[in-house]
């Protein structure tokens, strides 16, 4: 079986989009790649998005050389997302499968980062039940 070749894309791949392509290696690598990028980068990604992952999942984002890339970094992809066009749409060359309307949590409490992190991975869940099912 070809795995699918799934980018969570935001503007600058330091939170929504890089918690997107752990949760997916973690929960859905048997069924699809993950892969995430922006239209900018930041020199790190978000820490608080690092502690919170670490505590719910034991996930260790920047351990498992997650940083923040551009699109032009990763490979073609079979499905693109968007995290969310609150604070602006990056054009990635292509129209988007689908936008996921997350508000960005960075700034905000860890409760914020909790609720995105829940609706990213019922998202993932959703994702991985569609792709194993086509």
Known sequence: MNKKKVA???VHNSCRSQIAEALG?????DIFESYSAG??????????????MKEIYGIDMEANGQHSKLITDIPDVDIAISMGCNVGCPF???A???NWGLDDPTGKSDD???AVIQRIEENIMELKKMLSES
Request: proline share 3%; charged share 30%; net charge neutral.
């Open 96 to 98: 988007f499968d689908d």
């Open 8 to 10: 969570f894309i935001c």
């Open 39 to 52: 239209t900018e980068t930041k020199p790190q990604i978000n820490q608080d998005a690092v502690r919170i």
């Open 112 to 114: 914020d980062f909790k």
């Open 92 to 94: 990635i060359g292509r």
């Open 25 to 29: 290696k973690h929960l859905a690598s």
